[in-house]
């Protein structure tokens, strides 16, 4: 394919749709943990019907990663100080895992806990009531992803 | 806030803007690797200038996750053969990495190897040339997200 026909279907920007939504306790920016691993509790995803077929096979136990969209997220900011403490230097976003950055996917590790139709439980997931998912993967047992290279 | 001011703001869809994009020998979908892991090359991300305080931080020798947008995915497609096999059972794409999803963003665990102003060699991305970088996010050393939970 020539150089330019890519550029031309690749140059953006792209639509991401939601396929459901998180419910969670967790309404407020100042006292949610961090990360997941930090006390988050646990959430249900509530998948949009229109995507029953592709979350068929999700399964309690295994381990996903959940892709969201951080919807209170500043878009116009490059650096950041880590963990909002003006005592740690300021970081490159695309060094940090902070929400604000110029495009808000929020990327979440976590355990299916339960599946209930179109609802599944998942364990640590540090988003807000209402934030919205926007894909599941799973996390690949290869010697790579698992960080054990 | 109230539910209905949730709903509002996270109602999408949302514009995802490239902040770059790969540079790789890799350009017919047939021959290439199904994941990263399994013989893709090292390929050369290369950002846009409007970013480059954002990845001013990035270290040789870190691993990061790189999202993409695979802009050759079929977007209507819930269920899948895993790895195009008509062997393997038929499987809803959220228990799979397809690129063919309702939002085609790519996941992929790489290790930075050089650095070079505002191209970063990494190693192990099975994505097409041309195609889009939409973030970069540090892999986080906690337990849960090593996999070591």
Chains 1, 2 share one sequence.
Not at 4 to 26: K, M, N, Q, W
Not at 83 to 108: A, C, K, W, Y
């Amino acid at each position: 394919m020539a150089e330019d026909t890519v550029a031309a279907e690749t140059a953006g920007p792209y639509a991401i749709r939601p396929i459901g939504r998180v419910e969670s306790p967790l309404t407020d920016r100042e006292r949610a943990p961090k990360q997941g691993f930090e006390g988050a509790p646990d959430v249900w995803l509530a998948f949009d019907p229109e995507v029953a077929d592709g979350i068929r096979d999700l399964a309690v136990g295994a381990d996903v990663f959940v892709l969201t969209w951080l919807h209170r997220a500043r878009r116009d900011v490059l650096a950041v100080h880590p963990r909002d403490d003006p005592r740690n230097p300021e970081t490159g976003v695309f060094s940090t895992r902070s929400q604000d950055r110029p495009n808000p996917i929020g990327l979440h590790r976590v355990r299916g806990a339960a599946i209930d139709g179109l609802r599944v439980l998942v364990q640590g997931l540090e988003a807000f009531d209402g934030t919205r998912v926007v894909d599941v993967k799973p996390v690949l047992t290869g010697a790579q992803e698992a960080g054990l290279r």
